[in-house]
């Protein structure tokens, strides 16, 4: 007997979601020659590794079925599979054992995976996208909203974090949820002048928020609430108040004033003349200041007493009541001597309102300017100048550089009222050769000072000559005491004319009497004499 084994291989079903397909095979017999009717023989079918047994019989001159079998193969994760299929029988006769195999090449599953979107409690969520595998998937951009809340990225199902736009490399179906961060609202306060405001305050989205109890303080002021503005009059909130707004919220404390004590707003004090203008070396000294009645709210009306003292306590103004809310005061120009560390004293007194936590009163101490003088000595010594430079062509005190106290006139020397003079001079006899001669003497408070002594010696006719003169100022009546000696030695056939000067700085802490001095060492025909000492107070 002839007979021979086919085998036909079918794929059906393909599940892209599975990534699978059905094989299905069909194992037939093939018989020629004598005629022969076989038993129910044993015959197997594999299908990619799986086997499935059977029984059948088959006729001679004929193709008949054996079997037919089928297996749902899971492809290759790239969606790829080959499967090999053997059928297998056993006729009774010769041939005995009849097999056939083959290798099937399945088609390829594409694979793709769906990734979708939940929006969580919020809208707009992305529509689903899908996954090839093996390619790299760029999620949406678009981001879902929902009142109240700020999104903050997907949450995967495979338990990884998410931003929106972000690459999804696995090959795998994924469902993102949104994420959700309640917003919140800083609700801040401000003081306003005052102090101890609350600290800032968190306000939930859709929540109500209860304001701190806390009030701040100032002095002076009653708090009236709280305002949105830092010029608010009127209040919108209160301590301990709702707010029920879903943004961020800056408060200002509203102050309503108590009382405003009296104020000197400005003072200018300066040294000056007589007739007040400013002089740093006056003798006199001037005030001007200004200043504003104390307020008490709700009242229009105001009355404040001023007075002005200095020293330990020597009017310079008397004490005056005015109505007026504001004013300006000029007091002076008074001749004030100098004092170290002397001081005018301002007081303000609200009469109208004593309650006042400084019983509505202001003072204010202001120091009394120094008598100031500029000093310029000549590189010889011959001059000092007081407010000028010197000149060395003169000889002597020059004040303001252009008054020469050698002109001993009494009507213009310190002229110019700097600092406090004094001064002495007058006829005096030639003394006689070799002997001292006492001129005018001045006494001297305290103080320090600029001495000034002059002597003139005169000859008259022809041949006068006029030999070591000397002169000098001291504190006694021996020459023990004398300084800052001078000496001239001049010749002249006509008339003979010598006038010299010496000046000296001295600090006196007591009354002291100086005199000036006058020697002659060889006088000759000497006719006059004249003699003057002066001194002016800078400090």
């Known amino acids: 007997m002839g007979a021979t084994l086919s085998l036909t291989v079918t794929e059906s079903n393909v599940s892209q979601a599975n990534n699978t397909s059905v094989v299905t095979a069909t194992l037939r017999i093939t018989a020629t020659g004598a005629t022969y009717n076989g038993y129910n023989q044993y015959g197997y079918i594999t299908i990619d590794g799986s086997k499935y047994g059977f029984h059948h019989s088959f006729s001679q001159g004929s193709t008949t079925t054996l079997a037919t079998k089928t297996k749902t193969v899971t492809h290759n994760a790239d969606g790829t599979k080959s499967v090999t299929v053997k059928g297998y029988y056993q006729t009774g006769v010769s041939p005995g054992n009849l097999s056939k195999s083959t290798t099937k090449t399945l088609a390829k599953i594409i694979r793709q995976y769906d990734v979708s979107y939940n929006a969580n409690g919020g809208s707009g969520a992305p529509g689903h996208q899908i996954k090839t595998y093996g390619q790299t998937l760029r999620l949406s951009t678009a981001t879902p909203t929902r009142s109240g809340y700020r999104f903050t990225g997907w949450r995967g199902s495979d338990g990884n974090n998410y ?58 002021y009653t708090f009236v609430g709280w305002g949105t503005t830092s010029k608010a009059q009127t209040a919108t909130y209160q301590p301990g108040g709702r707010y029920t707004g879903n943004a961020a919220l800056a408060l200002y404390a509203i102050w309503s004033i108590n009382y405003v004590s009296p104020s000197i707003n400005s003072v200018n004090i300066y040294r000056c003349k007589s007739d007040g203008t400013e002089s740093l070396s006056g003798e006199c000294v001037a005030m001007t200041f200004t200043w504003s009645a104390g307020i008490t709210p709700g009242v229009s009306t105001y009355s404040t007493k001023v007075k002005v003292t200095y020293g330990n306590g020597t009017v310079w103004y008397a004490e005056t009541t005015s109505t007026a809310k504001s004013a300006t005061i000029t007091v002076g120009p008074t001749v004030i001597a100098y004092e170290p560390n002397l001081a005018s004293t301002i007081t303000l007194t609200d009469t109208q309102n004593t309650s006042a936590e400084d019983s509505g009163i202001t003072v204010r101490s202001v120091s009394i300017p120094d008598i100031g003088l500029a000093v310029d000595i000549s590189p010889n010594e011959n001059n000092i100048t007081l407010f000028g430079v010197c000149d060395d062509s003169k000889s002597g005190l020059v004040v303001n550089g252009n008054i020469e106290a050698t002109d001993i006139n009494a009507s213009n020397v310190y002229a110019g009222n700097i600092g406090k003079t004094y001064s002495a001079q007058g006829n005096y006899t030639v003394p006689a050769a070799n002997t001292i001669a006492f001129g005018p003497g001045i006494t001297l408070p305290p103080g320090l000072y600029i001495i000034v002594g002059y002597w003139s010696f005169n000859g008259t006719g022809a041949g006068q000559i006029l030999h070591t003169m000397q002169v000098g100022l001291g504190t006694g009546n021996t020459p023990s005491t004398y300084v800052n000696h001078q000496h001239v030695r001049m010749h002249s056939a006509t008339d003979a004319y010598a006038r010299l000067s010496v000046f000296m700085f001295k600090n006196i802490t007591s009354e002291t009497t100086f005199y000036v001095t006058g020697l002659d060492g060889q006088l000759a025909h000497a006719s006059a004499a004249y003699a003057s000492i002066q001194a002016v107070r800078i400090r």
């Open 163 to 220: 931003a929106a736009g972000a690459d999804y490399t696995a090959n795998a179906a994924l469902t993102l949820t949104a994420q959700w961060q309640v917003i919140t609202y800083n609700v801040t306060f401000n003081a306003n002048g005052g102090s101890g405001a609350p600290s800032t305050q968190t306000k939930t989205h859709g929540t109500t928020l209860t304001l701190s109890s806390t009030i701040p303080t100032r002095s002076g």
